[in-house]
């Protein structure tokens, strides 16, 4: 995934006086060139054999079983256990969860109401647009994958819809991640999670971490608030440094911007040092 802008580093050479052509022969690298070309033909057919959305839901829907526990939820006041009961999906309602979780499997559920798919059920569960915080699933329950992940398509698709609008806040992500992590099955291709720009709108790299981060052509347009250029560079060891730089008229790093605060069109971004190096440009709330 490519989020992060490429380090600055004045040093930099390249060409013939550069490290590759000093640490090993033309056959070395050759060698490695036709080793990653392996290695990203294996990823590939790995990824190629994980579901979308649509064949997770369909896959695992089939897979339920009569009796099959989906999952426990709560709001402010109730618990709800959503079970499969081979015809028909059944919604129960009960006190509470207790403070500590004890004994979830123990408490007395009566009978709330009941669908006849499980896309009916996520209808009346998300009819609250913000169901992702109203509720929260209970992952003490003793539910078998089989049964939660009958959901994970449905879920990713609830939560792609929020990221796609961008009308969330950092605070809001922390519930809409917890609803993506605890629904999360290592068969779904992870290119079906969406995310976009939130300066252009164009689509990116889903990152669980960074949900409103720049695309890289948006990183190039980034201004201080009297709408000179800047441009950021990870200028320390392993991402241990974020610069910011104003652009001459070279294009090149001038004088230094003594600030990670950056704008587009007037709106506030902020620039740090990104989770695994580079540099990562995100959306102030």
């Not at 398509?153 to 993506?180: C, M, P």
């Not at 948006?218 to 709408?227: E, F, H, I, Q």
Request: aromatic share 14%; hydrophobic share 30%; net charge positive.
């Amino acid at each position: 995934m490519q989020i992060l802008t490429d380090g600055y580093d004045e040093k930099k050479k390249s060409g013939p006086d550069g490290a590759a052509f000093r640490e090993g022969s033309r056959e070395t690298l050759q060698q490695k060139h036709f080793i990653d070309q392996k290695d990203r033909q294996e990823r590939q057919r790995e990824l190629d054999a994980k579901l979308t959305l649509d064949e997770m839901i369909e896959m695992k829907t089939a897979q339920l079983k009569d009796g099959d526990l989906i999952f426990i939820y709560q709001e402010a006041a109730n618990a709800y256990r959503l079970r499969f009961c081979g015809r028909f999906f059944a919604l129960e309602l009960a006190a509470k969860l207790p403070n500590n979780f004890e004994k979830p499997d123990k408490m007395k559920y009566k009978p709330f109401r009941r669908f006849d798919a499980l896309g009916d059920f996520w209808t009346f569960f998300t009819r609250d647009r913000l169901w992702f915080i109203k509720y929260s699933p209970f992952s003490g329950a003793p539910d078998a994958d089989r049964g939660r992940t009958s959901l994970s398509g449905y879920v990713v698709k609830a939560t792609n819809s929020i990221r796609l609008g961008q009308k969330f806040s950092y605070e809001d992500h922390d519930h809409i991640r917890r609803w993506d992590d605890f629904f999360r099955a290592d068969d779904l291709n992870q290119t079906e999670f969406m995310q976009v720009c939130p300066s252009c709108g164009n689509g990116v790299n889903y990152s669980a971490s960074y949900p409103k981060y720049l695309c890289r052509k948006c990183c190039d347009n980034v201004t201080d608030k009297n709408g000179r250029k800047l441009a950021f560079y990870d200028t320390g060891f392993m991402g241990a440094r974020c610069r910011g730089f104003y652009v001459g008229g070279d294009g090149k790093p001038a004088e230094k911007y003594e600030s990670n605060v950056c704008f587009i069109d007037g709106v506030e971004y902020c620039a740090g040092e990104g989770k695994f190096g580079g540099v990562v440009i995100l959306k102030k709330d």
